[in-house]
């Protein structure tokens, strides 16, 4: 059974920067698939980033390219989301999650999730 814990939400300025931290305890951490989802009030839980078992292979959103960066550090058992030049609309509960074995990218069904981290910028 894996635990996954969020950190580093928190309320900055359009156009500052964040980054999310998650760790992964109680199971292993190398060789899963991991992402990041955000779900902003009266929307669906929305596909922010995802990762490899390595930093090789990374898939990212449109909304987000340019702006945000995942990352992995599997000897900590931690992901990171690097996150720059925030906007209103990024503004939502941040989930990391690690994916059931198989899954693509949008997926979840069977992922293991956080409970959230928020973000929240202001104009």
């Known amino acids: 059974q894996v635990q996954l814990v969020e950190s580093g939400g928190g309320l900055v300025q359009a156009g500052g920067s964040l980054r999310l931290s998650c760790v992964a305890s109680?199971?292993?951490?190398?060789?899963?698939?991991m992402g990041w989802f955000r779900q902003a009030p009266g929307r669906g839980r929305e596909f922010v980033a995802g990762?490899?078992?390595?930093?090789?292979?990374?898939t990212y959103a449109d909304s987000v390219k340019g702006r945000f960066t995942i990352s992995r550090d599997n000897a900590k058992n931690t992901m990171y989301l690097q996150m720059s030049s925030l906007k209103p609309e990024d503004t939502a509960l941040y989930y990391c999650?690690?994916?059931?074995?198989?899954?693509?990218?949008?997926?979840?069904?069977?992922?293991?999730w956080g409970q959230g981290t928020q973000v929240t910028v202001s104009s």
């Open positions: 999650t690690r994916y059931y074995a198989g899954n693509r990218y949008y997926m979840t069904s069977g992922n293991a």
């Open positions: 109680g199971s292993a951490f190398n060789n899963y698939q």
């Open positions: 990762i490899g078992w390595s930093d090789v292979r990374t």
